[in-house]
């Protein structure tokens, strides 16, 4: 997207001032594309309005979910899958035939939302906090109801805060619990790095940044080679050396596994979410 071009010509409501809403917009209104005065909230708590409101000078908010549907074309509902139900109910009479619903609740499908908020035009996407930086993932799956040109400018609009992949909706559920997830699981695990090189005898704050940029540029050199990780870490594992012994260790307590396992238990919560919609 071309800095300073608009992607939407009129406003964009978001329903929800969490942190996934506090990063999307922040990361929409990054490269000028969208600007603060283009957002209009809705969210009831307090202190959620406060904290986007003074990263984002200058952004509009709405006393009700209907308020904010009313001002926009585009209406983003950023809310946890409890809050669905009563958001959809609120913001479904000012729902028009130009609104498309964009929906980050995890687990709930687009027919759920298309029948609470009154329109098949409907869009799921699956961010990740990275968005706030910039270098987020975004899954989108759309409904068919949903014309090319609006689902390009959604697109556009998700690419402004990192990566876009298109989907089929059956998929989300796993594209949830990888790259939605995804975050909690390496946040753990630049932490273990990090307690382990204090337990090695590195100060804190050396080990922390050595596990950040290790983890970092590790994940640059796979996208830029291409090679599968494996490659990566035979590479390093010379034999008899300091990596192949730190991996045996791995190995035995059945790390590899517990990942496996973790994504497999995000991907089973993912719907059973979806089934109490």
């Known amino acids: 997207m071309t800095a300073g071009v608009p992607i939407f010509d009129q406003s964009i409501a978001l329903i929800g001032a969490g942190q996934m809403g506090r990063a999307l917009a922040a990361g929409f209104c990054r490269d000028g594309g969208i ?130 992949h298109e989907v089929a909706e059956s998929l989300l559920n796993a594209v949830t619990a990888v790259s939605g997830s995804g975050p909690g699981y390496i946040a753990l695990l630049v932490e273990a790095l990090a307690d382990g090189g204090v337990r090695a005898g590195l100060p804190r704050p050396l080990a922390q940044a050595l596990a950040i940029e290790t983890f970092g540029g590790t994940a640059t050199l796979l996208a830029t080679t291409g090679e599968h990780p494996a490659v990566i870490r035979d590479r390093v594992s010379s034999p008899g050396g300091t990596t192949i012994a730190g991996l045996a260790v791995l190995e035995q307590a059945g790390v590899r596994a517990a990942i496996s396992d973790a994504v497999a238990a995000a991907t089973a919560r993912a719907a059973e979410l979806a089934r109490q919609s």
């Open 35 to 164: 600007t603060a005065a283009d957002l209009v909230v809705y969210d009831p708590i307090e202190a959620a309005r406060s904290l986007i409101a003074e990263s984002l000078p200058g952004i509009r908010f709405a006393t009700t979910a209907a308020e904010a549907a009313s001002l926009a074309r585009l209406v983003i509902l950023a809310i946890k899958p409890q809050q669905a139900a009563a958001a959809c109910a609120d913001l479904q009479p000012a729902v028009t035939d130009q609104s498309v619903v964009i929906s980050i609740v995890a687990g709930l499908p687009i027919a759920t939302i298309a029948t609470a908020t009154g329109t098949d035009r409907v869009i799921r996407v699956m961010p990740n906090t990275p968005c706030l930086v910039g270098q987020g993932v975004s899954v989108v799956a759309s409904a068919e109801a949903v014309d090319r040109v609006e689902r390009d400018r959604v697109l556009a609009l998700f690419a402004s805060v990192g990566s876009v």
